[in-house]
């Protein structure tokens, strides 16, 4: 069966900070990969989608910057954190041949103080 | 352009009762389809019922089934027999296209707080 794992689970720091969050998937291979974020009470908002290493589409001009560099690794990145890039951060995975459901890993909480 | 509307904020149901969930959607893809996900205060977003633009009879998983009105454009998620683990925040999500070589992307609405009351 299929996994997908985030860490870490929460992340306080402060502004000017760099930031790395972590997304691996297990089980599956050449999967679909996706970074949302989500504000509290709010919908999800995808920032980035990857179909294959190396390869990486920005749905959102921002900050934040990701990376694939093994098939079933995602990592999103930030060299300088804002106030504003607080929020609950979801990886997904899916199957880019099928109905397209996705999977999503259990979030990151970031906190930028 | 592609858009999803839930437009309601909060719900409540009783126990044992059945509730139904709005989502509208536009799109000028001939080809998509639809999702529902369930959010529980852990934060997780968990699938729970997927309906294709093509498929002739509406999308049933366990107590969740998906009310597909094509040419209103809605798909309503219906859940039977309401429990109190059923209290999240649900949210309607919409793909365009399909098949091998599709990004996948998901569009999502801005969700439905349900609360089951016992």
């Given at each position: 069966s299929q996994t997908i794992h985030q860490w870490p689970a929460t992340l306080v720091q402060p502004v000017g900070s760099p930031l790395s969050l972590e997304c691996t998937v297990e089980g599956t291979s050449n999967p679909n990969l996706y970074w949302y974020r989500q504000a509290a009470g709010r919908g999800l908002q995808l920032l980035f989608y990857s179909v294959g290493i190396g390869q990486i589409s920005s749905e959102v001009p921002q900050n934040l910057s990701a990376s694939r560099p093994q098939d079933r690794q995602f990592i999103l990145s930030s060299k300088k954190l804002l106030l504003s890039d607080s929020g609950f951060y979801l990886c997904a995975w899916s199957r880019?041949?099928?109905?397209?459901e996705q999977y999503f890993g259990p979030g990151t909480r970031l906190t930028v103080t | 352009a592609q858009k999803i509307t839930q437009t309601q904020p909060g719900m409540f149901v009783q126990e044992k009762e059945a509730v139904t969930l709005d989502c509208t959607y536009d799109t000028s893809d001939p080809s998509y389809g639809l999702f529902w996900y369930k959010q529980p205060s852990s934060g997780e977003m968990i699938f729970l019922i997927y309906q294709g633009s093509y498929d002739q009879q509406n999308a049933t998983e366990g107590r969740y089934s998906l009310n597909f009105q094509k040419a209103r454009k809605s798909a309503n998620l219906v859940i039977s027999?309401?429990?109190?683990?059923?209290?999240a925040m649900y949210f309607c999500a919409m793909r365009e296209g399909f098949g091998s070589?599709?990004?996948g992307k998901l569009i999502f609405g801005q969700g439905t707080t349900l609360q089951v009351k016992p």
């Open positions: 880019g041949s099928t109905s397209g | 027999a309401s429990q109190l683990g059923d209290s070589g599709n990004t």
